[in-house]
């Protein structure tokens, strides 16, 4: 796991939450806060996102855990700006998980994370 030095985060106290469901051999890349109901934060692994659900998408108050492998695509608003919105959705097999982050680049930043993840489990040739 990386250090806090490494990682972006924008709350201490999510970061100490996340970075103790990563589990060895998994790097923490970032731990961003989002807007809204539901969705208190979000974690994104070189692995995986890990999501703070405040009892929307399962009943009771849950760490979410998303494998990029898993991901069928992320989307984004675009109207007419490329990031111009601070929300992403990922679409899985098991539904649509909506983020609003507290700015548009870090709903950028996501976004190219994971399709890179995603592109490079996808295609591991394309790796190194």
Same mark, same amino acid.
């Given at each position: 796991?990386?250090?806090? %030095?490494?990682?972006?985060?924008?709350?201490?106290?999510?970061?100490? +939450?996340?970075?103790?469901? *990563?589990?060895?051999?998994?790097? %923490?890349? $970032?731990? @961003?806060?989002?807007?809204?109901?539901?969705?208190?934060?979000? #974690?994104?692994?070189?692995?995986?996102?890990?999501?703070?659900?405040?009892?929307?998408?399962?009943?009771?108050?849950?760490?979410?855990?998303?494998?990029?492998?898993?991901?069928? #695509? *992320? $989307?984004?608003?675009?109207?007419?700006?490329?990031?111009?919105?601070?929300?992403?959705? %990922?679409?899985?097999?098991?539904? +649509?998980?909506?983020?609003?982050? +507290?700015?548009?680049?870090? $709903?950028? @930043?996501?976004?190219?994370?994971?399709?890179?993840?995603? %592109?490079?489990?996808?295609?591991?040739?394309?790796?190194?």
């Amino acid at each position: 796991m990386t250090t806090e %030095l490494k990682t972006k985060y924008d709350n201490q106290g999510q970061f100490d +939450r996340v970075k103790q469901y *990563v589990i060895e051999g998994e790097t %923490l890349q $970032a731990v @961003w806060d989002c807007k809204g109901g539901g969705t208190g934060f979000v #974690g994104i692994t070189d692995q995986r996102v890990i999501f703070y659900d405040q009892g929307v998408f399962i009943k009771r108050k849950s760490m979410i855990s998303i494998p990029y492998n898993q991901v069928i #695509g *992320v $989307a984004s608003v675009d109207e007419g700006t490329f990031f111009k919105t601070s929300e992403i959705t %990922l679409i899985t097999a098991a539904g +649509r998980f909506e983020f609003e982050f +507290r700015g548009a680049d870090k $709903a950028h @930043w996501t976004y190219h994370f994971i399709m890179n993840q995603i %592109l490079n489990q996808s295609n591991p040739q394309r790796k190194g």
